[in-house]
Every structure is written in C-alpha cells, then in structure tokens.
C-alpha cells in the first residue's frame, strides 16, 4: 500500500478501508481530522497530494499482532519530499491501523506536529491557503 502512495497512487489504501472506518490525524491542522466516509478520504488525499506532492514514506518499522478477525498493525516510517523556496520536509510518522478479515477498520496517525505546521506553513506561503484550511473531518 505504501508503495502504491509512494508512486502517486492512494486509491490502493482507500478501496482497502472497511465499509465503517475511523482514519484519525491528531492535530487541527489542514491534513488533521477524523474521517469515517470514503468521500472524505478521497478529498484528504487529494488535498495531500495537491499539498505535499512527492511526499515518499520509508518504512522503518511493522509490528502487526493477532489473526485475522482482527489484525493490530503499528508502523513507524520517516516521510519527506521538497517544500516550495528549497526546503525539505522530514518527518516521523507512527500509525496504528487496525484491520478484520483483511480490511481496515481504523487508523490513528500521530507526527511531529510542529514540522508538519512548518511544512503547511511554507506551502501556504507559496500561494496555496488551502494548507491553512481546516480538516476535512466528518
């Protein structure tokens, strides 16, 4: 899934949601929110593609306990891409993902968050506010 986001393509991730989900980024920030509805994921992505284009996650860790009725899955990656002016954007991002019989029914997301408003910051300073929106959340 990971290499499908890393290659452009989020759809992958958002066919593999559950009919009832929870997809939780801790933060008020553009890319924070609660969503439990595939259109508003469809819209996050989007939003995340249109403001961190290129963003490529590195997996650096996978716990995963439990069967398949239902999965626990904690994973650490190091996420980066360029920011407008030449800047980078380097974060550490811990998700905890919960899944049945193969399907994702929750996903909690935490990251440095004062990176990420730096980051949101220098897009919305080139010319997109919307990196200063409020969440999509449902």
Not at 28 to 44: K, N, P
Not at 96 to 108: A, D, K, Q, Y
Not at 132 to 137: T, V, W
């Amino acid at each position: 899934m990971f290499e499908s986001i890393n290659d452009g393509d989020y759809m992958p991730m958002v066919d593999g949601l559950a009919p009832s989900f929870e997809y939780r980024f801790h933060g008020e920030h553009a890319l924070g929110g609660r969503r439990t509805s595939r259109e508003s994921m469809i819209r996050w992505w989007q939003r995340v593609s249109a403001l961190l284009p290129g963003a490529r996650f590195d997996l650096q860790d996978i716990l995963v306990d439990g069967g398949p009725w239902r999965t626990r899955v904690a994973v650490r990656s190091y996420v980066s891409g360029d920011l407008p002016g030449g800047l980078r954007y380097e974060n550490t991002v811990f998700q905890f993902i919960t899944l049945v019989w193969g399907r994702v029914t929750s996903v909690e997301t935490v990251e440095d968050l004062q990176i990420l408003q730096r980051a949101l910051r220098a897009v919305a300073d080139s010319g997109k506010p919307e990196a200063l929106a409020r969440p999509i959340s449902d």
